[in-house]
């Protein structure tokens, strides 16, 4: 399991100064336990988020600085929300959701289109990727960090892939609609010009009706 080392903090410290020593303010919430204000080390939260990616279904333990022994208990968490820095894209705060490692929970996990469409290969149709993470329920030791797609069935125009296709882990229950659509062959659709048609009566009468201007003017300043 993934741990991390964290102090709690008070309302009154300032996030910026937070910030500055390296570390990242966060929050704890969740399953029996009280909001809980801390702080965790930037360098290892950033190694554990690169493992996770997109992902929500890493099990991570919060357990008490070896120096600082602030926190009364440690923390089995899920990482539920992380406010990124958009210039610099360090994390700047993060959610924690705390866990019960004996209940299952359920939570979204991302799907992985693998191997290539047939039918999008062989110019038959365009591949339509629906849905990009589905839901799941299982105990937190059991959540898999993502979920497969062959896309390799899609072999011809209208194909679908179902959710009802996808084989989870024996101790994974699927919560999204088995009826749901998560890639399919669509009909390529061709860009249709319409070319509006010319009237070549109209750009006769508009040249006359120049000339006629013309001969009137020039007509005047003789007269004049």
């Known amino acids: 399991m993934n741990t991390l080392t964290a102090i709690k903090r008070s309302k009154t410290e300032k996030l910026a100064s937070i910030r500055k020593n390296s570390m990242v303010p966060a929050v704890v919430y969740g399953a029996r336990v009280e909001n809980t204000m801390i702080s965790v080390s930037s360098i290892e939260f950033e190694k554990i988020l690169k493992i996770a990616g997109e ?5 991570i333990e919060i357990k008490a600085d070896v120096e600082k022994k ?16 958009p210039v610099k894209g360090n994390p700047r705060h993060i959610d924690f959701l705390a866990i019960d490692m004996n209940k299952p929970v359920t939570v979204s996990i991302s799907v992985e289109f693998i191997n290539i469409a047939p039918a999008e290969k062989n110019s038959l149709g365009v591949l339509v990727k629906v849905m990009h993470e589905i839901e799941v329920e299982a105990l937190p030791k059991n959540l898999p960090h993502k979920v497969d797609v062959d896309l390799s069935t899609l072999v011809a125009l ?67």
């Not at 992902?55 to 099990?59: D, E, K, L, N």
């Not at 999204?176 to 890639?183: G, H, K, L, M, Q």
């Open 70 to 85: 602030q926190l009364a208990q440690k923390f089995d968490v899920l990482i539920h929300d992380v406010q990124v820095d």
């Open 55 to 59: 992902s929500s279904t890493i099990v």
């Open 158 to 224: 209208d194909d679908q892939i179902h959710i009802k296709d996808i084989v989870l882990p024996k101790d994974v229950k699927m919560i999204t609609d088995e009826n749901e659509v998560i890639a399919l062959i669509t009909a390529i659709k061709e860009e249709i010009v319409e070319e509006t048609p010319v009237d070549l009566s109209s750009i006769e009468v508009e040249k006359k009706g120049k000339k006629e201007e013309g001969e009137t003017e020039t007509t005047n300043t003789e007269e004049k």
